[in-house]
Each structure stands twice: as C-alpha cells, then as structure tokens.
C-alpha cells in the first residue's frame, strides 16, 4: 500500500485533513481497516479481508481494473497522457465519434466532462441558452448532482441545507402525472424537462415509459429540449445502452457517465441533437473545462464500451438471477423487507425502518459485501453488481444479503 502505511495513519489523516465524520464513517464501515487493492467485483482491505463491492455509486460496472480499460489506458499514458487544448486531440476526438455511434447515431454531438454533475450543468445551460428561456422541469425523487445548478434541480431539500437558493428557475413534477409538463408550459416558457429514466438515488425506481413520451411530445410541441439523465442507470446498467432510446423516447439529449470511463478513470459525456449543442456550435468555448475530454479518460472509453457490449448477455442472466433472489428473500424477510424495485442490474431494497436499513449495511459490510445507500431514502438500499460478476459471487452476495436480513429480523418483535 502506498502512501500511509497502516490503516491509522490513514483515518488520522482523514480527521486532519478531511473530516472526523468522514474518517470515522470509513472506520465504522472497514471495522478499523481501509480498502488496499481491487479486481474484478473484489476489493481486498488492509488486514487482509476482501468484500464484494455491490455499491461504488454504480462506476465499477466493470468491476475493478479491468484489463483492457487498463491496457488502454497504459497505452495513452506512455503517448500523451494530456492534452495541449490548444491543438487537437485525437484521442478525444475518436471517443466522441465512438459515443455517438455506440448510441445509434441520432444524439451525434458529443461534450465531454468528468462527472455527472458537469453534464447535468451543460446540457440544462445549452437548454437555456437554445431556447433563451429559464425555467427548467425536474422530476420529485430525481437525483442530479452536488453542483449549484444541478442541486437545484436534484429533488430532496437535504442536499440543500444551509444554502439559500441556487442559480437555476426549477419545478419538480409529479412523476405519475403525465399531463404534469402540459400543465407547467401553460403557465410560462420552459427550456427543458429533464429525467431519470430510472432514479437512482430515489432508490431504483423506474418511472413509467408512458408518462416519459407524454412528457418529451409536450416539450417539443412548446419549443423545450427533453434530457434524460442516465449517469447512474445507462450503459447496461439497466439492460440497455441507453434506457430513453431503447424504450423509444425522444429524447434531446442522454447524459452518461459514471462507469463510461471504465471504472478507471473519471468521465461523462453529454450526447445531444445538434439543435441543443448549436450554442456550443456557435462559440465552442462558452462552455469548456480544463479536463473536459482528458485524453486518459477519453482512451478508457472505447475499450469500455467495447467490454460492456462482451458482457451484456451475461448481464441479462445475472439480472434475472438478481431478481429471483430479491424476491425469495422478500418472501423470507417480510418483517424487515418491505419490498424492492429496479431494473437490469440497478436494485433498490426496501427496509421496513430506516434503523433496520443501517442495521443491514454495517452487517453486509461486516460480512464481506459493499453496497450504496440512499442518502435521501433512508430505508432504501441499492444493489449494483459489476457485469463482470460470476453467477458463484451473485449467489454468495444473495447468502451474505439473507444472513443480514435474518439478523435484522431477529430483534424485530412479533
């Protein structure tokens, strides 16, 4: 391990450095261990342990280190592991004509960003820009990011707390209401709705295929741009490359990130329709980042997307796995699984308390298995195991999974 040579040193560190409450979350979840070295769906801690890692925020969907996004990876390194900004880049240019054709070649303009939330700031900024108008439509549950702009548009009130508002003019629909963007373009300019086809951090909850199209044909018939953010559910991690075109929506532009760099280096893209990019058409610079389109991250993306598309059968097996499993266990644990909900391999488990909930993450942790909470749904917890799982490692999470909910439901009384 380098740098800190024992665990101590490193939650000292953090405390120093960072926050007490971030070391002592690390120290409470490792059991005084920290995370040392990873491959494929294990990580390996420092005293020796290894885990399955279910969570990472869905970027392992490849697992750790996977060969050939290292290989190409390791390839840039020794070439040109920047990029001037000033001459062209190759590598970048080359992803974006990947990304574009990867996606069926309707969305063929490409901005490349770092994470999620850069995205999200570009595609609602190009949106209101396009349109000159301001007022941008968010979904209730809808997750986006940290940023000021993409928090305005992320649902829950707690990301906000302390803040006295942010830059962007945002409604949040009922996401039942199909006639819910109809209603809020009678009542003024908007420049663009935007979606999760499936929440994420809303703990897994696909919205309805209906109400999305309804939502998208009233936009365009009003001038509005439709968005679908799909950093945390897109590129397999729900079945398909992308959730708004397989299902068909027509939609302005997907965003995507997340495990889009291979889950070895860091990267988002925006691909959008050229009437949406036309600001960036006009004067390329309005919008730019010092890292946007890092030639390392830009040569991870071929190789990944190459790796997803091998392994997306056996996603498909795993997922129906997945599912079987969930729901044998909810027909065990009904006094501590109140139900679960997702799509592919994006799942939510619903807890019957929000106690019962941390109960069984600290116990899968203990146990050997990682996953993500819902920081904004405290009874939910997600489930987002790599494409690169064995069917062996699936069934030993499902064991690891039972273990905890019996736990759980042990001090819960009749």
Excluded at 287 to 302: D, E
Aim: net charge negative; proline share 6%.
């Amino acid at each position: 391990m380098t740098g800190p040579h024992t665990a101590g040193e490193v939650f000292d560190q953090l405390r120093r450095h960072q926050s007490p409450k971030l070391a002592l979350t690390g120290k409470f979840a490792g059991q005084g261990a920290v995370e040392s070295s990873a491959l494929g769906s294990r990580v390996t801690l420092s005293d020796g342990r290894s885990a399955l890692d279910f969570g990472s925020y869905a970027v392992a969907l490849l697992g750790h280190r996977h060969p050939r996004v290292v290989a190409a990876v390791g390839r840039q390194l020794g070439v040109m592991p920047t990029s001037t900004r000033s001459l062209a880049n190759p590598v970048a240019a080359e992803a974006a004509a990947h990304l574009a054709d990867y996606l069926g070649g309707r969305l063929p303009k490409i901005y490349f960003g770092l994470n999620g939330a850069d995205a999200v700031e570009v595609s609602v900024k190009l949106a209101r820009l396009a349109t000159g108008r301001d007022r941008v439509l968010a979904v209730t549950g809808g997750y986006h990011g940290k940023t000021l702009g993409a928090l305005a548009l992320t649902h829950s009130p707690m990301f906000r707390a302390g803040l006295r508002g942010c830059v962007v003019d945002v409604v949040h629909l009922d996401p039942d209401d199909p006639h819910a963007v109809r209603e809020q373009l009678s009542a003024g300019p908007v420049a663009a709705v935007i979606f999760e086809p499936v929440q994420g951090e809303n703990g897994a909850v696909p919205l309805r295929t209906a109400v999305l199209r309804q939502w998208c044909e009233d936009a365009h018939a009003h001038g509005a741009f439709a968005i679908a953010d799909e950093i945390q559910c897109g590129l397999r991690r729900c079945g398909e490359r992308s959730v708004a075109l397989a299902d068909r929506l027509p939609v302005d532009a997907v965003l995507v990130g997340k495990p889009l760099g291979g889950g070895v280096m860091p990267l988002s893209a925006v691909a959008c329709t050229q009437e949406l990019y036309r600001p960036l058409d006009t004067d390329p610079f309005l919008h730019s980042a010092t890292f946007g389109g890092h030639p390392l991250s830009c040569a991870a993306l071929p190789a990944a997307l190459e790796a997803v598309e091998e392994l997306a059968e056996h996603g498909r097996t795993l997922s129906g796995r997945l599912t079987d499993g969930l729901r044998a266990l909810g027909e065990r644990h009904p006094r501590v699984m109140s139900g679960f909900h997702g799509r592919g391999l994006l799942w939510g488990i619903d807890f019957t308390t929000p106690a019962a909930a941390g109960e069984v993450v600290v116990s899968l942790a203990n146990n050997g298995l990682l996953v993500s909470p819902c920081l904004g749904r405290p009874t939910t917890v997600r489930l987002l195991p790599p494409l690169v799982t064995t069917e062996a490692e699936l069934d030993e999470a499902l064991d690891i999974l039972d273990t905890a909910l019996d736990a759980a439901g042990t001090g819960i009384d009749d």
